[in-house]
């Protein structure tokens, strides 16, 4: 079956612009989280969907970040008056359920902000 | 609050010979550790994990990790390591209630293999 896919694979945008990620989770994963990878980091937390809600937004950071999944499947990540410091390589990733099944990542959008 | 240390940012090692990527951990309760690896345009994929039970587990692609808790750590070792083993490797603890629901990665290790 097919893994998780994210889409655009890259976004270029100028900074002050809004911007959206899509996510496209394993079908039948009710978990989703989300990462952002700088350079030369390790992926860092971001937020943790679980179905429809989200149980766990403490990595967002800041009300400029915002992400939705409106019908527990396919989610946005949204991020207003973008910055550059935003720039960096946001992963998705899904799960059976939550905690003790391992995450599948997808293979990222790398985000631009000029 | 939870953090993973990957010490050694590069590492480059001759292909066949043996691998070892170290990993500690900061962590109050019993961690579930694991292994990623992530090579140019793929996702991370996960090698191996440690929940609990036996503290030298087998992961894929011939890599093996030991956990030990006197030491904080969770290395990574491979005996012969192949030209395709070249990539990003990441350690990452899992954190949250109940289990884990997120994962704390290390900052990473980029290995070269010199053929």
Known sequence: GAGVSQTPSNKVTEKGKYVELRCDPISGHTALYWYRQSLGQGPEFLIYFQGTGAADDSGLPNDRFFAVRPEGSVSTLKIQRTERGDSAVYLCASSFGGSYNEQFFGPGTRLTVL | ?115
């Not at chain 2, 066949?16 to 090579?39: D, H, I, K, M």
Request: proline letters at 4%; a neutral charge.
């Open chain 2, 1 to 115: 609050a939870q953090s993973v240390t990957q010490p050694d940012i590069h590492i480059t090692v001759s292909e066949g010979a043996s691998l070892e990527l170290r990993c500690n951990y900061s962590y109050g309760a019993t961690p579930y550790l694991f292994w990623y690896v992530q090579s140019p345009g793929q996702g991370l994929q996960l090698l191996l994990k440690y929940f609990s039970g036996d503290t030298l587990v087998q992961g894929i692609k011939g890599f093996e990790a030991e956990f030990k808790r006197s030491q904080s750590s969770f290395n990574l070792r491979k005996p012969s390591v192949h030209w395709s083993d070249a990539a990003e490797y990441f350690c990452a603890v899992g954190a949250g209630s109940g289990g884990y629901n997120k994962l704390i990665f290390g900052a990473g290790t980029r290995l070269a293999v010199h053929p």
